[in-house]
């Protein structure tokens, strides 16, 4: 059975591929910032008790990703899939310019950047002892250099910042055995992408389902979309 811990699950993308996953034998550690809100997830998780697990985790905070680690490694010594997909978009401080403000932009970077690389810090004992151990970082094609457009600054930034993180991480020595990738999982109709998106999220979480598991070493370092084809960095 597949142990698996995956971020922002109470909504969007997280909860839609948490859905696809229970589908597999896995056994799941779902975090949110405040659970006692998440009803769909708990709700979810209340289907599958023996499967599931809603831990809470506000990735900003230190202690709590510290927290929610010793609550994962109390129940297993060993995680085979790390998802790091909560994130934010920001607002307008850190879209439009002539309102950036720095707060917001730092902010954003590091919800979508620094966070995920400290959860994954965190986690590295857990994934050694994995089986087949994945890291995933859920980005976007705005983190990519070669993607052209204006505005959504602060964004567009923490998601190239983010895929920076699983290019190190993927070829850093004290992660060796650990696959590092990075996933843009489309334009959802999410609170994010909005309901003119071209995916729902169970389409996206479908699709990221089937490429997660194919995932190999041989992967380690690479920028994928949805459908499994590479993305240039």
């Given at each position: 059975m597949q142990t698996i811990l995956i971020t922002g699950a109470n909504r969007g993308i997280g909860l839609a591929l948490m859905r696809q996953l229970l589908q597999d034998d896995a056994r799941i550690f779902a975090t949110c910032r405040a659970p006692e809100r998440a009803d769909a997830l708990n709700e979810l998780a209340q289907q599958r008790p023996e499967r599931a697990t809603v831990l809470q985790l506000d990735v900003n905070d230190e202690a709590s990703i510290e927290?929610?680690?010793?609550?994962?490694?109390?129940?297993?010594?060993?995680?085979?899939?790390?998802?790091?997909?909560?994130?934010?978009?920001?607002?307008?401080?850190?879209?439009?310019?002539?309102?950036?403000?720095?707060d917001e932009v730092s902010h954003v970077i590091r919800t979508n950047a620094v966070s995920p690389l400290i959860l994954t810090q965190a986690c590295q004992k857990l994934l050694k002892n994995g089986d087949n151990p994945r890291v995933v970082m859920i980005s976007s094609g705005l983190g990519s250099l070669q993607r052209t457009g204006g505005t959504s600054y602060a964004y567009r930034m923490s998601k190239a910042a983010m895929n920076m993180a699983a290019r190190v991480l993927a070829f850093d020595s004290a992660m060796t055995g650990i696959t590092t990738v990075t996933m843009n999982p489309g334009w959802v109709q999410t609170d994010m992408g909005g309901p003119s998106a071209a995916l729902k999220p169970e389409e996206s979480g479908s699709a990221l389902r089937t490429l997660i598991k194919r995932l190999t070493p041989a992967d380690n370092g690479k920028f994928f979309q949805y459908d499994g084809s590479e993305l240039p960095w």
């Open positions: 927290s929610a680690v010793a609550s994962v490694a109390a129940k297993t010594d060993a995680l085979d899939l790390l998802v790091n997909n909560a994130g934010i978009g920001g607002d307008d401080s850190g879209r439009i310019l002539g309102q950036l403000t720095s």
